[in-house]
Structure formats: structure tokens, C-alpha cells
């Protein structure tokens, strides 16, 4: 426990500590020991994290454990451990659809193409990051499935007075939301798909963008992607993001994990508005572009959140190579963190994504670019490649001057 708790802070000292007290051990105290200097190092991006997850043999590890001891093998390009890892998880974790897709990459990098096949066509065709990379393995195009036909009259009626729905949009407009969301979701249970699409229709003619969006999402069969993936306020974003040279379809999609287009939303943390802009950064960059008059009760103003986001996006790009997969880490969890968890090398996106080491930070990047290759799929009506967005990071520099002037 001890070794443990050195660890957290210090594996390399925990591994120092761990060789001289592993002779008073047994087997599986020291493979325990070793699995948790094994574990903090991979959090750290440490190079020693494979050699010491090796000291625990065949042992059975917790589940974040055998998660970490894949990202480290895959940052090392330790195919055979990417491979022995994922077989030796439990069923359940195994089956999660990104150890899925990192063991049919393993199988790919051993020449085992029949099989890789096989587990990405498991997950091909599912709506998020591993399913669009496997789409692309097996050489698919990412594209919105076919719309479904518009709600009829009747059913846009029946979501109309269903009496929960009418509850909720009740609360909405009594700026109740949390009551209005809680009664939204309680009236949907046992919903079919066509009443789903009629609900979300509904919530868009209101203007509640997230309650379109999470309900679209919940479709099975018939699915209508221009409501999963909706771009209000186009007026300002489009020519925010024109006037910064962004990708509008990341910009979209970065906004519609921050915020889901709730204007008021605000995060535990203080981030405020579609763009969850944090008060010392809103004003950095305020200050930054000579915004004049500015003073955070402005930060929930359409036009002036979109403003310091999209040019705080811009900052944070020409800071980190123009990667958009740094940039997105870099703005939720900050320029100094995403550059630090660059490796020593060049690295592929995918696997930068996967290693982030906050839990939130790894789910959001993943999130924020599969949504911009669906954006860019409606926008335009053409596929796009998330692989080729994901690219690859650049190695770790020893350049802290621009880090200093970021927030």
C-alpha cells in the first residue's frame, strides 16, 4: 500500500522502493505492487510503464489497470501487448468498442487482416469515434444514414399534447429548466422511433436544441442526423469561425459537446455559455482582441461568447501546431496539459486521443471529432475522414514560450 501511495506522485521512486522490499513479498503481493507503479506511469506517460506492467506476469488486474496497460503499449507501439492485454480483460470490458477496435488494430499490426476485419465489423456503423475509425479500416465512408421521413401531422400533434411533453415545455418557458429537462425525459420513456423524431421536431420548433438533440439520439431504426447534429445561431457561428480560418464543422462540433447550444449553461466549474468560456480566459482573450466595453455579464451574449470562443480556438491552434486534436484537448483541459501529453515522438491522433490522462479530457476530444466529421457530412453532403482529422501529433518540443502566453 505504501508503494502504492509513493506512486501516485513518483512511480519511478515507488519501482526504487519496490526492489528492495519484493524479496519479503509473495508473488501476487508483488505483482499487486507492480501493477499500480505500472499504472501511475502510464497515466504519466512514462516509457518504463511497459517494462514495469511485464513485472506482473499473467497476474489479473483491476479494470483501470488492464485499460492503462494498453495505452501504454500503444503509445510504445507494443503491438503483442496491445494484443495479450485486451485477451486477458474481463468479457465485459473487452467488449467496450474501443478495446474492440485497438485489438483489431493489433491484429492488423500482425498481419492477422481476416481477424481484425471481424472485430471492426462489430462496431462499423456505430454512431461515435470507434465505430467511425473501424468504418474506415474496412475502407466505409462516415455519412449520416438515410433520413426518415418527416413526422406526419398526426404524430406532430400526438408529441403536442402528450401531457408531459406540455408539462415540460411548460417549465422551459418559465426558465425552469432543470424541471422542464426532467419532465422532458420522464415523457419519453417507451417512445418508438417516429414519436422520438416528432418530440425532437418539437423541441426544435422551440428552440430547445439539447432536447432535440438527446432525443434524436435515442432512435433506433429511423434516425435523422440533421436533428442529432443541429447548428443554430449559424449567423454568428459561420462567420466567427470564417473569420478565424476554423473549420466550421469543428467548431459545431465542439460547441455541441460544451454547451449543447444552451446560451445560459453554466459548469461547476464557472464556464459559462455556448462556447463555456471560463471568466479569466473570456477576459484574456478580450483583452487579447480589444474587445472594448467587455465585462463577464456579457459572456452569455450570443454574439460575444462565440466571438471569445471561436478567437480563444484560433489562439489555441497557432499555439499547438494547427492539430485540432490538441486544440480540442488544449480547451478543455488547457494549452500547458495538451502539449505535455505529446510524446517523444510522432503520434498517431487516435492513440494521443486514447492516452489522454483525465477521463473527461479523453471522452470530450473523441467526442468533439467524430462530431465534426458528421457536421462536415451535412454540411457539405460529402464524406469525411476522421482518420485524416486525427492525422498525427507532432513530437514533444521543449518550447514553453508560446505556453506562457495562453491561459
Request: a positive charge; aromatic letters at 8%; hydrophobic letters at 40%.
Amino acid at each position: 500500500i505504501a508503494v502504492q501511495r509513493i506512486a501516485v506522485n513518483d512511480p519511478r521512486a515507488a519501482a526504487g522502493e519496490l526492489e528492495k522490499l519484493q524479496s519479503r513479498m509473495n508473488n501476487p503481493e508483488k505483482q499487486w505492487a507492480w501493477s499500480q507503479i505500472g499504472l501511475q506511469a502510464a497515466k504519466k506517460h512514462l516509457p518504463e510503464a511497459v517494462d514495469w506492467y511485464a513485472n506482473t506476469g499473467d497476474a489479473q488486474l483491476s479494470d483501470e489497470a488492464y485499460q492503462w496497460k494498453v495505452r501504454a503499449a500503444l503509445r510504445a507501439q507494443e503491438w503483442g501487448m496491445v494484443h495479450q492485454t485486451i485477451q486477458g480483460m474481463p468479457a465485459t470490458l473487452a467488449a467496450l468498442p474501443e478495446w474492440i477496435y485497438w485489438l483489431g488494430r493489433a491484429h492488423k499490426a500482425g498481419g492477422r487482416t481476416t481477424e481484425a476485419n471481424a472485430l471492426f465489423e462489430k462496431i462499423a456503423g456505430q454512431a461515435n469515434f470507434y465505430g467511425n475509425l473501424a468504418d474506415e479500416e474496412l475502407g466505409r465512408s462516415i455519412l449520416t444514414p438515410p433520413k426518415a421521413k418527416s413526422p406526419s401531422a398526426e404524430e406532430q400533434k400526438s408529441a403536442r399534447d402528450n401531457p408531459g411533453i406540455r408539462r415540460a415545455l411548460a417549465f422551459f418557458r418559465l426558465d425552469m429548466r432543470t424541471e422542464g429537462v426532467k419532465e422532458w425525459n420522464w415523457s419519453l420513456r417507451g417512445m418508438n422511433d417516429r414519436e422520438l423524431l416528432a418530440a425532437a421536431n418539437l423541441a426544435k420548433s422551440n428552440q430547445i436544441w439539447d432536447r432535440a438533440i438527446n432525443t434524436a439520439d435515442k432512435t433506433k431504426s429511423e434516425h435523422d442526423y440533421s436533428l442529432r447534429f443541429l447548428s443554430p445561431y449559424s449567423d454568428h457561428v459561420r462567420p466567427a469561425a470564417q473569420n478565424q480560418s476554423l473549420d466550421d464543422a469543428w467548431v459545431y462540433g465542439l460547441m455541441r459537446q460544451e454547451s449543447r447550444f444552451i446560451t445560459s449553461a453554466k459548469s461547476t466549474v464557472g464556464a459559462s455559455g455556448l462556447m463555456q468560456l471560463m471568466p479569466a480566459t473570456a477576459k484574456w482573450v478580450a483583452k487579447k482582441i480589444g474587445l472594448r466595453d467587455y465585462n463577464h455579464g456579457r459572456v452569455n451574449e450570443t454574439e460575444v461568447n462565440v466571438l471569445l470562443g471561436t478567437s480563444y480556438m484560433r489562439l489555441v491552434m497557432e499555439n499547438l501546431d494547427n492539430h485540432p486534436v490538441l486544440a480540442s484537448a488544449a480547451y478543455n483541459a488547457g494549452p500547458g496539459r495538451a502539449k505535455k501529453w505529446r510524446a517523444d515522438r510522432p503520434l498517431e491522433g487516435a492513440i494521443y486521443a486514447e492516452t489522454i490522462p483525465f477521463s473527461e479530457t479523453r471522452d470530450y476530444v473523441k467526442k468533439v471529432m467524430s462530431n465534426a466529421v458528421y457536421y462536415t457530412a451535412i454540411f457539405t453532403g460529402k464524406a469525411d475522414s476522421l482518420k485524416a482529422r486525427l492525422g498525427i501529433v507532432g513530437a514533444r518540443t521543449s518550447d514553453t514560450q508560446k505556453d506562457a502566453d495562453l491561459p
